[in-house]
Nanobody, 119 residues
């Protein structure tokens, strides 16, 4: 059974930093695009950042210059370094693994980790 396990969330003050981690198991990690999504109360889940199997990154405009996504294929882990946090970054953050194999999409989600930023 595929597992994506997030960690690193918590309560911080505005301007502080957090580093989220997502450890994957039972997938060929290096073949997957990995992403971080956020979901605030009453809102839809939205992409924060993703990183392709080749290492290309993509960010939401709201986090550009503040967040950095990275991956370590040897550890089957993707990270999200979040700096200069703002109250509007408060959300549950979900890890996603996504790939296409033979015309079939395979996508998996973690259970989420809460990030709360106080003003």
């Amino acid at each position: 059974q595929v597992q994506l396990v997030e960690s690193g969330g918590g309560l911080v003050q505005a301007g502080e930093s957090l580093r989220l981690s997502c450890a994957a198991s039972r997938i060929t990690f290096k073949n997957y695009k990995m992403g971080w999504y956020q979901q605030a109360p009453g809102k839809q889940r939205e992409l924060v950042a993703d990183i392709s199997s080749g290492g290309n990154t993509n960010y939401a405009d709201s986090v550009k210059g503040r967040f950095t996504i990275s991956r370590d294929n040897a550890k089957n882990t993707v990270y999200l370094q979040m700096n200069s946090l703002k109250p509007e970054d408060t959300a549950v953050y979900y890890c996603n693994a996504d790939t296409w194999v033979g015309g079939t999409r395979w996508t998996y989600w973690g259970q989420g980790t809460q990030v709360t930023v106080s003003s």
